[in-house]
């Protein structure tokens, strides 16, 4: 894996030692089904999986009391219900009343050579005790595998790290990034001026892929080239294309919802050309109705200058990413 340059102004940049739509629908016509599936437990308990797109929709509204701890679960249930590309389920221990919710990839249509990027799980929790209990005596988690599991709370990486034993696995905190919300995107009427006539706006396309891949803090590798080839597929993006039509600063979103790789190419910065990408992606999220949200490293102080001229919020919470490998058994 590469070594991550100095200069690199990541928004998504946690570094692993070991690798592995528009519209909402509605009525009758969303793909959900109409009777639930439950995840049963080893002993007495189980899990519940929301597909019913009522309940969908109670979920979420739930959920948005829960900010920021429950953003990346809730920005899971926004993307399965636009057309849901990363074949995305939601699960709880309980419904209405719930105590843990848990975003996974469907495991009858993720294969297993997808790289641990596209099988990442993302978890909310009430009550620790709970979570804790149905991790380990249900299979909501699938640990036959390598994955990422993400979380903003801080029990997230407690459970992980206490139960890898159990499971034989082992369960390494790869890094912990600062969460910021942006509530106030730049007005980019009064910033378009500052480009040039030789600079432009644009949306990331698939000739951009080996570029991002190259780029990005975790990348070099085939999977995380099949990862950003599937981001860039199936979500909004922004960047600034230069006078040959090259990528110079862009911001991609994740199946989480979440802003990531947020990247300015070297002979650029300077210019507040990483505010205006992540402005404009941030207008589109607004319409669409998704909260506008990433995550940062601490001292990655010439981002957080960038975010706060935009009027990002930097919340108290931080963004655990736990990445989970079988051990090999002798």
């Not at 007495?44 to 999986?49: A, G, I, Q």
């Not at 929790?125 to 979380?151: M, P």
Request: proline content about 5%; overall charge neutral; some cysteine.
């Amino acid at each position: 894996m590469k070594t991550t340059p100095k200069w690199a102004l990541h928004l998504f940049c946690f570094h692993p030692t070991t690798s592995g739509s528009p519209t909402g629908l509605q009525g009758d016509s969303h793909p959900f089904h109409q009777t639930r599936q439950l995840v049963q437990a080893q002993v007495t308990l189980r899990m519940l999986v929301l597909d019913i797109w009522d309940e969908l929709q109670v979920l979420k509204k739930e959920l948005r009391c829960c900010f920021p701890e429950s953003l990346k679960v809730y920005g899971a249930i926004l993307n399965i219900c636009q057309e849901n590309p990363f074949h995305q389920e939601v699960l709880v221990d309980s419904w209405p009343s719930f105590r843990v919710v848990i975003a996974r990839p469907q495991r009858e249509k993720t294969p297993s050579e997808t790289s641990y990027f596209a099988r990442s799980c993302a978890v909310f929790y009430r009550e620790l005790g709970a979570y804790q209990q149905l991790v380990k005596d249900t299979d909501a988690i699938d640990w036959s595998q390598e994955f990422l599991l993400q979380g903003l709370q801080d029990g997230v990486h407690q459970v992980s790290r206490s139960l890898a034993a159990v499971k034989y696995f082992s369960a390494k905190l790869v890094t912990q990034t600062q969460v910021f919300v942006l509530q106030k995107p730049l007005n980019l009427s009064a910033s378009v001026s500052v480009l040039g006539s030789e600079v432009k706006f644009s949306s990331l396309n698939l000739t951009h892929i080996t570029l991002l891949n190259d780029t990005w803090s975790v990348g070099g590798s085939e999977q995380s080239l099949q990862y950003l080839t599937q981001l860039i597929s199936s979500f909004p993006s922004s960047c600034l294309l230069d006078a040959r039509g090259c990528p110079i600063s862009w911001v991609l979103l994740d199946q989480f919802g979440c802003l990531t790789h947020a990247y300015t190419m070297p002979a650029h910065r300077g210019k507040g050309y990483i505010q205006l990408v992540i402005a404009a992606l941030a207008q589109e999220l607004e319409k669409m109705d998704y909260p506008v949200y990433g995550d940062i490293l601490e001292n990655n102080t010439p981002m957080k200058k960038a975010l706060q001229r935009l009027g990002a919020h930097f919340t108290s919470c931080f963004l655990f990413y736990d990445l989970h490998t079988p051990l090999v058994l002798q």
